[in-house]
């Protein structure tokens, strides 16, 4: 006796979390059911392996056709064809757009329209997430970023709108378009101490800060794009360093208020003009689109590994970074007090968030 | 020009892309009535179009109104090539034709094609104008409300019940037709579709007239069924139960829906009192249509060439009242008199309905069923017809042979089951027929016909028109025991038709009773019952060899008798095994195949208190000389003795047993007891509390001689309790739960399993057919498990046969939660109820809410009472003192018919005497006032499709039905030739399901709804030819659209707008 067809259908869509979970996390239906098998449901609800697999398939079978609702999250909301209770609805949506940690380090600031299967093979093989998961979250990444790409507006509240995503997951998404978009190199070996939270962080403070939306929320309100103009601007910080008069001065200022308030102040003093040459040429850089991407590099390598290795304590980090911004404002021979705190402003909390092991 | 159609199309969203080039469509809608087609503007280059149509009109007769779908086509407009059909919507317009039900269709609707699917949907908009037209000759029954539910509707009261209607329709199928080799699948599933769309409309049209002849206004459960016979054509039959309503108009507290008449109401041409007496609490005039002048039924009635039952209408007026008058005379008698007098001028007095109002059940004989085997070509052949149920009386009729392609031919065989049926009934004494279904199973030209019903003895006061009500009733209920008069004897004693034991009854303790009672309807909601119910299934498979036309029907024919007994008796056996008395809902299918018969009976067994404690069951070996197999009898005899009393904890059956009581004198044995095998008749030692010996008393005899014996006492034990936490049963609600919260999840599940080997054995095959149905149980249960606790009912399966070794198992049933907590103070709120009631309760009734109300047992003679019952009462009928006196006495009976011999003698041997009368009152209504203190959470307002709920059942727990708005009828084909790109026959399967669903819920809040109740899926066949990759498969469900308002918001509105019509429900917002 051999089961041709087997199905369960419910006037209201049955949803069970746990073969959700597996079933996004790319496990085919047999090796859901060794997993369920292994958990002890069998023990707890006396039911049999035959049970367990015809179950399995009727969610799998489930999901499969959700799918292609969940790719435009709006239309699961207005289809008739499932009736499920909206609190069920959020929970699809958010779990089939949560992405693993490990993923997104691989593919972030990677561009997203070619994610070539050998790609995937070996992002699959190295992080250990089936590769049928790394396509629906690469295909997620690639599908909002299609989506928002040329939107106006917060690219936040555009993602929320257009896929009914929570706030937190909503930021993260706002971030891997951003990163995508700007191509940002993450994957160096330097970087990879860094979390995608860290990324993330200092995305959404560069999308506040260093795009066009962030000027003028009016016109050409772009979220995904640096403002170009502010960018060939930069250049003009460079007089900072470029001027030994400004740079010493800069520097005496920083090292007068300093002065026994940091633990490694001696360090500090030697490396001054080095740090402050690293962080204002990473500026002037980026004007180039080649320099933009590797910026993240570049903040590592200029700053947080001289300063790692002298051992700064974050506190001091801290106290440094706002003492060398705020100190540019008595340089009176400095006249873009303005641009400086646009770009200080974010680099410092981008560094203060880069800054750990 | 009796009726204006009006229809607007409004926009379209999510449709498919159909040109690839610009990833868009240009979109355009067909509206098509009879023969009238408009069109809107093409909308190009979008998937959501906003046609915003002007206002499509369409003069049509009412007679094509109600045959007539309205046909809307959204199609994609192409310059240079024919124009791609997406796909269609098919609307039933025949809510809008009577009053009080739905007043616009409004909604997104589904569009749907036959190959692909749904894609995407259509906002339309859909009004009917209807002018008076007092032509008694019309051909139409606009007006005449149809419901499939099987009891009276919640809003409403019977004020006459007028009996049977029928009628079938017979039409060549599409699908047979020489044009399907030329034309395109979807063209032949359209043409199909539309077809029976058509002859249903025609067929409720035809069965309205009925209706109308018999001065009725409403047809109540209406059971559409179409029968694909192939070759010889497509039958479409329905019948139902046809009656006179009144809507109730409750003062004050509830249903402020029902009372005032919608504004929008339309004028129906059917002069029925749109504004019933608010206060009439009592009827006032049952006849509400006086002014429909009535002739003859012949003289209009039969223009339509089809079904021909000739129902003779006119009753007798006066015979009721006069009768009234004089009571005290044998109450038995009189009713019988009386049925007689209203019934029995009537062809067929049968009744659809499986739940009755209050008094409408007098007697309950047992169930009638009578199966034939016909061949769909003109062919002689030999039939059978059969009783089955307490009588087993099989006879071997020789038909003639009919023309099949008249409707006249089909028209006859039933009328010949129906007849049959008739004086099965009549032998038990009894006029009536209730829960009465039929049912067909169709295998290449072979057809099985099948009918059954349960023989009952009604209240005349329903069935008549005139009658003088309340006196009457007021006498018949102080006559009737409580709770248990339905289980009384409808037959002479003396004259028994069948082998029965007989008992005085446990309640009342004045008249008699059978030892077990099988039926086919609901459990009476007064019914006293012990403990829960829960399904049982007895499941059988019979090989055939394959034959040729009327060798095919000659070997069915032999082997139908020997099925019916063994489905018979592995009911018996399991509804012992489980410590009950009684079977409710029993519904046995027989399905025929290629090279098996299949049969599947299901019923819900709950113990009533009424009837004798069941026997166990013993087990006897033939070889009593050997020792090992002495022991191995003995082994089994504790297993099953085990099984009982497990079974009888689990379901909470603890008849409350005294050691010593008399239940009158022992009553004579009508029947001697030659042809015993065994009997067991020993002292009483019943001293003990908790003898669960079954083995030593009333013990039911099973013989083990051969192999096949012993397989069947396996198959037994083999049925696995449903896990804890669950209940099933097939009937509307489980006897003994009672709290009931508002969760429900209905569902379907198919099952199509391939036997492996060729040459498979009887045993095989029930083995592999008893796992099927066990699995399935058992995966339900599991997917299920978050609802617990919580209880499948209605549990409906369905068998066929769709290719040789393939089995098809079709489940459909509602999963609801109740609160295991709640059940005394459930009670109780039930008890405050009642007294709230009184008005319409005699005292008697009322004694036992009284009762319960006080926690502290009331002083009877029963000092056994076991202290977890909560109630403890019995009928005032019999002193207490004279049941503390006892009598011990033995009897036998042999339930063997002569005819049955040659397969197996099967012994009972009953022996009385210690069962006790306790008795649990478990009201078991679900709509039981009050009961629902779980209220669902409020509705999340992110939500934008409204939620609609879907169930088998007739009402929906915590919830109170304001508005019927007329019946869901569909019919559906979906084929495929690319089926493993669809996920295979289950992905298929799986995708059509939900979608037919998506259909049901989108007409019904197009219509105003929110729920369909009393959902069937009368059919599903599925068919795939997986080499040709293709499959098809199709579904038909009916139901009732309506509105309910949970019972939370109820109060809560009656107290802010008390006498407003409350139109929010209407609105299909109402989401829970």
């Known amino acids: ?357 | 020009m009796p009726g204006k159609l009006k229809v607007k199309i409004v926009a379209g969203r999510h449709l498919p892309v159909m040109d690839r080039a610009s990833d868009l469509t240009d979109a355009f809608v067909e509206v098509k009535f009879g023969n009238t087609t408009f069109k809107t503007d093409v909308y190009l280059k979008s998937l959501n179009p906003q046609w915003n149509s002007e206002w499509f009109k369409f003069e049509v007769d009412d007679e094509d109104l109600q045959d007539e779908p309205l046909q809307i086509t959204v199609l994609d407009h192409d310059t240079y090539s024919a124009n791609d059909a997406i796909g269609k919507v098919y609307i039933d317009i025949d809510p809008l034709l009577y009053s009080e039900a739905a007043t616009v269709i409004s909604g997104w609707f589904p569009i749907y094609d036959t190959i692909h699917g749904i894609r995407g949907e259509i906002n339309v908009v859909v009004k009917v104008d209807l002018f008076n037209d007092l032509n008694r000759f019309r051909q139409s029954s606009c007006g005449v409300k149809f419901f499939c539910t099987t009891s009276i509707p919640k809003c409403y009261r019977a004020v006459v019940i007028h009996g049977f209607v029928e009628e079938l329709v017979v039409n060549e199928d599409p699908e047979y037709q020489w044009i399907d080799r030329i034309r395109t699948p979807r063209a032949s599933n359209e043409a199909r579709q539309r077809l029976i769309s058509l002859m249903s409309g025609e067929l409720q049209r035809k069965i309205g007239l009925k209706v109308l002849e018999m001065r009725g206004n409403a047809v109540v459960g209406y059971l559409q069924c179409f029968d694909l016979e192939g070759e010889s054509g497509l039958v479409v039959r329905a019948i139902g139960t046809a009656c006179t309503l009144d809507k109730l108009s409750s003062p004050a507290a509830f249903l402020p829906a029902c009372n005032s008449p919608s504004k929008e109401m339309k004028e129906s041409p059917f002069n029925e009192d749109p504004n019933p007496n608010p206060h009439s609490s009592g009827p006032s005039t049952p006849l509400k249509n006086q002014t429909y002048s009535f002739s003859p039924s012949k003289s209009y009635s039969r223009q339509s060439s089809s079904s021909d039952t000739d129902l003779s209408l006119t009753p007798k007026t006066g015979t009721g009242s006069g009768s009234a008058g004089k009571e005290g005379g044998p109450l038995k008698a009189l009713l019988r008199q009386q049925t007689q007098s209203a019934l029995e001028q009537r062809e067929f007095p049968f009744l659809t309905l499986t739940a009755f109002p209050p008094g409408l059940l007098v007697h309950v004989g047992g169930v009638v069923s009578a199966r034939s085997v016909k061949l769909l070509d003109r062919i002689h052949n030999p039939a059978f017809v059969g009783i089955m149920g307490n009588t087993r009386s099989y006879k071997l009729l020789d038909w003639n042979s009919f023309n099949s392609d008249e409707p006249e031919t089909r028209d006859a065989w039933w009328a010949e089951i129906r007849q049959e049926i008739k004086s099965h009934a009549k032998a038990l004494g009894c006029h009536a027929v209730v829960g009465y279904s039929e049912s067909t199973s169709i295998c290449e030209e072979v057809c099985i016909l099948s009918a059954s019903g349960t023989a009952a003895v009604l209240n005349p006061r329903f069935l008549q028109e005139g009658t003088v009500e309340g006196s009457l009733e007021q006498r018949i209920e102080e006559n009737l025991p409580v709770g248990c008069g339905f289980c009384h004897i409808p037959y002479d004693e003396l004259n028994m038709p069948f082998p029965a034991h007989l008992t005085y009854c446990y309640n009342c303790r004045k008249q008699k009773v059978p030892d077990v009672l099988f039926t086919t309807i609901d459990l009476p909601t007064d019914a006293v019952v012990v403990g829960k119910g829960c399904l049982i299934q007895a499941r059988l498979c019979r090989l055939k060899k394959k034959a040729q036309a009327e060798a095919n029907a000659t070997a069915i024919s032999n082997l139908l008798p020997f099925m019916e007994y063994e489905v018979h008796t592995q009911l018996m056996n399991k509804l012992k095994l489980k410590g009950m008395n009684a079977l409710f809902g029993l519904r046995i299918q027989i399905t025929v195949g290629e090279n098996m018969l299949m049969g599947l009976a299901s019923a819900t067994g709950v113990y009533l208190a009424a009837l004798p404690t069941p026997g166990g069951i013993q087990i006897a070996g033939k070889t009593p000389n050997d020792g090992s197999y002495e022991q191995h009898i003995s082994h089994m005899q504790k297993k099953i003795n085990d099984t009982i009393a497990k079974n009888k904890e689990l379901y909470e059956i603890n008849p409350p047993e005294v050691s010593e009581e008399i239940i009158g004198s022992p009553i004579p044995e009508p029947r001697q007891r030659s042809r015993l095998l065994r009997s067991q008749s020993e002292s009483s030692d019943e001293v003990t509390e908790l003898d669960l010996s079954h083995g030593k008393k009333d013990a039911f005899v099973l013989e083990i001689d051969d192999a096949d014996a012993m397989e069947d006492v396996h198959s037994l034990l083999t049925d696995v309790p449903p896990p804890s936490g669950f209940y099933s049963c097939n009937t509307e609600i489980m006897p003994g739960i009672n709290n009931w919260t508002s969760e429900i999840q209905m569902f379907t599940s198919v099952r199509v399993v391939r036997l492996s080997s060729l040459n498979l054995t009887n045993q095989a095959l029930n083995k592999n057919f008893n796992g099927l149905c066990e699995n399935l149980l058992k995966s339900l249960y599991f997917k299920l498990r978050s609802m617990t606790p919580c209880c499948l009912c209605h549990v409906n399966f369905t068998v066929s046969l769709p290719e040789d070794e393939l089995i098809q198992v079709t489940v459909t049933a509602v999963a609801i939660t109740f609160d295991k907590n709640q059940a005394l103070q459930t009670t109780k709120a039930h008890a405050e109820k009642s007294l709230q009631r009184a008005s319409a309760d005699n005292e008697e009734m009322l004694q036992f809410p009284l009762e319960l109300c006080s926690d502290s047992l009331p002083s009877h003679a029963f000092p056994a009472a076991k202290e977890h019952l909560e109630s403890a009462s019995s009928n005032s009928g019999t002193p207490a003192a004279q049941r503390a006196t006892s009598v011990d006495y033995s009897s036998f009976a042999d339930r063997c018919s002569s005819w049955i011999e040659l397969i197996k003698l099967k012994a009972q041997t009953i022996r009385r005497g210690s069962i006790k009368t306790t008795v649990t009152v478990e009201k078991a209504s679900p709509m039981g006032d009050g009961n629902f203190r779980n209220r669902s959470a409020p509705p999340c307002a992110s939500s934008t499709v409204g939620v609609v709920k879907m169930t088998p059942l007739s009402f929906i727990p915590g919830a109170k039905i304001t508005k019927y708005l007329g019946i869901i009828n569909m019919f559906f084909i979906r084929e495929t030739t690319s089926l493993r790109e669809e996920g295979g026959v289950s992905g298929f399967l799986h995708a059509f399901i939900a979608e037919v669903f998506a259909m049901v819920r989108a007409h019904v809040a197009a219509l105003g709804g929110n729920a369909v109740v009393s959902y069937i899926m009368k059919q599903c066949v599925f068919m795939e030819n997986p080499s040709k990759n293709q499959a098809q498969c199709l579904i038909n469900v009916s139901g009732d659209a309506v509105v309910f308002v949970r019972e939370s918001d109820l109060e809560v509105m009656s107290a802010q707008q008390p006498a407003v019509n409350c139109q929010p429900s209407c609105t299909g917002e109402v989401t829970t």
């Open chain 1, 1 to 357: 006796m051999t089961s041709e067809l087997d199905i369960f259908v419910g006037n209201t869509t049955l949803i069970d979390e746990d073969v959700y979970r597996l079933w996004l996390d790319g496990y085919s239906v047999n090796d859901a059911v060794a997993l369920r098998v292994r958990s002890g449901i069998l023990e707890q609800t006396g039911a049999t392996a035959g049970v367990l697999q015809s179950d399995t398939m009727d969610h799998y079978r489930t999901f499969h056709m959700l799918e292609r609702l969940l790719h435009a999250p709006p239309k699961l909301l207005h289809q008739l064809i499932f009736q499920i209770p909206p609190s069920r609805q959020a929970l699809l949506i958010e779990r089939y757009y949560t992405f693993d940690e490990a993923f997104v380090r691989e593919v972030l600031g990677k561009k997203l329209s070619k994610g070539t299967k050998k790609d995937l093979d070996d992002i699959s093989t190295k992080t250990g997430i089936t590769l049928k998961s790394c396509r629906r979250q690469f295909d997620n990444f690639k599908r909002v970023f299609k989506v928002v790409e040329e939107m106006r507006g917060s690219l936040v509240d555009n993602i929320q709108q257009h896929f009914l995503l929570s706030d937190r997951l909503a930021r993260d998404y706002a971030a891997i378009v951003f990163f995508a978009n700007n191509r940002f190199e993450t994957g160096k070996k330097k970087l990879q101490y860094l979390s995608f939270g860290d990324f993330a962080f200092c995305a959404e403070l560069m999308i506040q800060n260093w795009t066009l939306g962030a000027v003028d929320s009016q016109m050409d309100d772009m979220d995904v794009d640096l403002d170009k103009e502010f960018l060939q601007d930069l250049k003009e910080l460079k007089v900072l360093v470029a001027d030994k008069d400004l740079l010493d001065l800069h520097k005496s200022l920083v090292c007068t208020v300093l002065r026994g308030k940091l633990s490694v102040f001696s360090e500090m003093e030697t490396n001054f003009k080095n740090l402050s040459r690293g962080l204002v040429n990473v500026a002037a850089k980026l004007t180039h689109n080649k320099d933009v991407r590797d910026l993240f590099v570049d903040l590592v390598e200029k700053f947080v590994e001289p300063c790692r290795s002298d051992h700064w304590p974050l506190s001091d980090v801290r106290l440094f970074l706002t003492q060398y911004s705020v100190s540019v404002h008595s340089l009176d021979g400095f006249r873009h007090q303005v641009l400086w705190d646009r770009y200080m402003g974010t680099l410092r909390g981008c560094l203060l968030r880069l800054y750990h092991d």
